[in-house]
């Protein structure tokens, strides 16, 4: 996949998103971006796996800094310590990022200035309760640690879009780098996605989906 011009769209909800004219693509559902990934993310992957001590996150697909801003936000509300990983191999320009409306909608734009402002490959303590560690890399390139995250948060484009990005190498490099009874969660429900995770060694259903969408998938290792 080769980086293209973005371009700022206004969901349903009235939250923005990306829209990639090249690729035909959103970086949300158009039916509203913050409602899609409170769904699928927070509610299908965060909120499940809190627990006493360091919850470990890893994102694929940094993106517009959504899923971050809304998981430092929930880690903050509950008392939860919170290592967030995200990769990202295309990172937003400023003017881009600096034009999404999410920290004004959550109240929040001093947060989401210092995530978007955050260096890349450094991890940095954001707030008492929120470490952050932007990876400027590809799932397909990354070395990640064995046993180690909670909750993966599989946000890449879509799997008709992107199909090498959901192969079974990655999805092995995902189960491996997951501590046993870890979830990772994705907005899409493609049956072959679902089968492929199966073959990996995962547990994998569907369940609602956001807005708009009738399934989404979480699989367990
Ligand atoms: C659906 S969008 C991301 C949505 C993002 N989580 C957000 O809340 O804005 C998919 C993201 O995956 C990134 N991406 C593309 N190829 C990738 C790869 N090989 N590894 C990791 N991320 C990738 C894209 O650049 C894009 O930012």
Redesign the pocket.
């Known amino acids: 996949?080769e980086q293209q011009e973005p371009q700022l769209i206004l969901c349903e909800d009235g939250s923005h998103t990306?829209f990639l004219p090249a690729l035909n693509e959103t970086?949300?559902s158009t039916r509203g971006?913050i409602p899609e990934?409170v769904h699928v993310y927070l509610n299908n992957g965060f909120l499940p796996v809190l627990k006493p001590g360091l919850l470990k996150v890893l994102?694929?697909?940094?993106?517009?800094?959504?899923?971050a801003l809304l998981t430092a936000i929930e880690a903050q509300s509950r008392g939860q310590e919170t290592e967030y990983h995200s990769?990202?191999?295309?990172p937003l320009s400023k003017e881009i990022w600096s034009a999404l409306n999410y920290g004004q909608l959550l109240a929040e734009e001093p947060l989401w200035n210092q995530l978007n402002e955050a260096q890349w490959n450094e991890k940095q303590k954001l707030t008492a309760l929120f470490t952050l560690l932007k990876d400027k890399v590809?799932?397909?390139d990354v070395l990640l640690p064995d046993a180690y995250y909670d909750v993966v948060?599989f946000?890449?484009?879509a799997p008709r879009k992107?199909a090498e990005?959901w192969g079974v190498s990655n999805l092995k490099k995902l189960y491996q780098a997951m501590k046993p009874g870890a979830r990772l969660v994705t907005y899409t429900a493609k049956a072959q996605l679902r089968r492929d995770l199966i073959t990996v060694g995962f547990e994998a259903g569907l369940v609602k989906g956001p807005p708009g969408k009738k399934d989404m998938i979480v699989a367990v290792r």
């Open positions: 996949m990306i970086y949300h971006a990934s994102e694929i697909g940094y993106g517009t800094g959504l899923n990769l990202e191999p295309y590809k799932l397909e948060y946000d890449g484009f992107q990005l």
